[in-house]
């Protein structure tokens, strides 16, 4: 009755939103007991890295105090935190590693 919809109107679009997931830094924290070469050894076994690689992010946090080894998803960030407590505590280094979103 108001319009009897034969349908000439107008069509409004809206945009499909695709919302990415959060990334999450992990970061690696100097400490004055760790020794290097363990330090470059979790570098290059947990993320992958090659030896120079592991060996510049190492003194980058010897000198800074910390810096970022990664980005990842949730997850994946959480995993690579836990393997590295996990690995430092078992060969009793007081190594610390974090996370927090990007
Ligand atoms: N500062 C430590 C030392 O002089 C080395 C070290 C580097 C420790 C990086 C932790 O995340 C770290 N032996």
Known sequence: DKDDDGDVGIAVKTRARTKRPPLYKVLLLNDDYTPMEFVVLILER???LTHAQAFEI???VHKKGVAVVGVFSHEIAETKVTQVMD???RHQHPLQCTMEKE
Request: no cysteine.
């Open 46 to 48: 947990f993320f992958g």
């Open 58 to 60: 190492m003194l980058t």
């Open 87 to 89: 690995f430092a505590r």
